[in-house]
Each structure stands twice: as C-alpha cells, then as structure tokens.
Nanobody
Framework: QVQLVESGGGLVQAGGSLRLSCAASGRTYVINTMGWYRQAPGKEREFVAAIRWSGGSTEYADSVKGRFTISREKVGNTIYLQMNGLESEDTAVYYC????????????WGKGTLVTVSS
C-alpha cells in the first residue's frame, strides 16, 4: 500500500504564490511517477504536472507552463508544486497522484487539498 498526503492549500489573492506538498509513505519503492491533478467546481479532473521519480523529467499542462514548477525530494518521498502568478482559474482541489512500476497511468491518489484564488 502507498499513501499520499497533500498539504499547502489555502486562500491566496490573484498574482500570489502557494507551494503544495505531497508526501508518499508505505511501499514507495513501487512508484515511478508522481504528479498533480486538479478539479475545479463543475469541471472534470485535469492534469497539471508530473515528474519521473528516476531522472526527474517533468511534464506540464499548457495552462500552467511558466507559472508552476514541480519538483521532488527523493529522500523524503515528497513532491512539491510551486505555483506562482496564480489566477482565479487555478481555483480547484489539487490531487497528488502516483504511478507504479508495471502499472497503467496514475493509479494512486491522495484526498486533495483546496486552492482558492481570489480576484
């Protein structure tokens, strides 16, 4: 079993910054990719960013490129999402996700943390 716990959400004004954290625990050796997804009110969950555990290559949604940065701390099995230049459209519940070796896509999910951007 792998547990993912997010933290760092909150209320911020447009143009401001927040940093989300996601700590993985349990059988973390099965993880090969971790990332962030978000779901805004009334919308479907969408991809935000991902990072390969080995090598650290990253991928971003076009809507966040240049504003958000995903990073990892291998020792602590933690990933971060630094969000700068926040816009009201970034308001959503942000979910941490992980993919396993031999798995198909992101199969492991945290409970989410709410980010609210006020305009």
């Amino acid at each position: 079993q792998v547990q993912l716990v997010e933290s760092g959400g909150g209320l911020v004004q447009a143009g401001g910054s927040l940093r989300l954290s996601c700590a993985a625990s349990g059988r973390t050796y099965v993880i090969n990719t971790m990332g962030w997804y978000r779901q805004a009110p009334g919308k479907e969950r969408e991809f935000v960013a991902a990072i390969r555990w080995s090598g650290g290559s990253t991928e971003y949604a076009d809507s966040v490129k240049g504003r958000f940065t995903i990073s990892r701390e291998k020792v602590g099995n933690t990933i971060y999402l630094q969000m700068n230049g926040l816009e009201s459209e970034d308001t959503a519940v942000y979910y941490c996700a992980a993919g396993r070796v031999g798995g198909h896509g992101m199969e492991l999910w945290g409970k989410g943390t709410l980010v609210t951007v006020s305009s």
